[in-house]
């Protein structure tokens, strides 16, 4: 790296954690499922295909990203960060719910935060303001040093990586489809604007 910083691109290969055991088709934010074994298998499944080659790991450290992340960077022999920033975002009193149990409690409230997340919160639960400022924290740390970067994290945290490379609304970045084990891979260079490489969004 240089006074200026870094003399070629990072790459972060951003990277949502598989199937998780519990329930499906909730928000799950806070909550501390680990991955099943389906899950496990679509990760490897996932880094398989993208054969790629890393310097370093980070990870949220929620279990369906840490568990699976301390292996690979043991594995491999990488060096492993968890990072709090990468975290799902706190969906307070909808956690653990499905969409059609929170539109029975919250029906319009559930609409209007799909379709324009940094207008409302989630009863009890994280800003978008505050989740978008909190992920790009977690950005700026993948991007520091040398690269290329693997980031095992969830669906929420790369739709907010992808609305501050791409400049796109929250309530668009929404309806980006991130299946299991789907991935992102950004180029980040020190005074340019950040550049997609690589969408994935159904493995």
Not at 27 to 41: I, K, M, N, P
Not at 101 to 126: K, M, N, Q, T, V
């Amino acid at each position: 790296m240089t006074r200026d910083g870094p003399a070629s691109p990072v790459v972060v290969t951003w990277l949502r954690h598989g199937s998780v055991a519990g329930r499906a088709n909730v928000l799950r934010g806070t909550a501390d499922e680990a991955l099943s074994e389906s899950g496990r298998r679509e990760l490897q499944a996932a880094l398989a295909r993208l054969n790629g080659r890393y310097e370093r790991v980070i990870c949220s450290p929620r279990r369906r990203c840490a568990d699976f992340a301390v292996e690979f960077a043991r594995e491999q022999a990488l060096p492993l960060t968890p990072l709090a920033e990468l975290a799902e975002m706190d969906f307070g009193a909808w956690e653990g719910l499905s969409a059609a149990e929170i539109r029975a409690r919250d029906g319009d409230a559930y609409e209007r935060f799909r379709a324009d997340p940094h207008s409302l919160c989630p009863p009890g639960g994280e800003s978008w303001a505050a989740f978008s400022t909190r992920v790009a924290l977690g950005i700026e740390q993948a991007a520091l040093g040398s690269g290329p970067v693997l980031a095992l994290t969830h669906a929420g945290v790369i739709r907010a990586v992808l609305a501050q490379a791409l400049n796109i609304a929250p309530g668009d970045a929404s309806r980006i489809a991130l299946a299991p084990a789907a991935w992102a891979r950004v180029s980040y260079l020190a005074g340019q604007p950040p550049v997609l490489l690589e969408l994935q969004s159904h493995c």
